[in-house]
């Protein structure tokens, strides 16, 4: 029981972590034009990838479409 409750502990910091880049990251970017929605995908690829899932959500979403 107590590891179950460290692994969502774990699971929810990377979480609120990932929601605090992807903010952040848009509040910058909104000036350019550029913006990334929040939403449970990217949430989800952000904090199990981290940096990299985040580069290539933006590269799908701008680059190739």
């Known amino acids: 029981m107590v590891i179950k409750m460290k692994k969502l502990g774990w699971l929810l910091k990377k979480l609120v972590f ?8 848009n509040l910058i970017l909104n000036k350019v034009g ?3 929605p929040i939403n449970v995908t990217t949430l989800s690829i952000t904090t199990f990838l981290g940096a990299p899932g985040l580069i290539s959500l933006f590269t799908i979403l701008y680059i190739i479409n």
Not at 18 to 25: D, L, M, P, V
């Open 18 to 25: 990932a929601f605090g880049i992807i903010y952040g990251i």
């Open 34 to 36: 550029i913006y990334l």
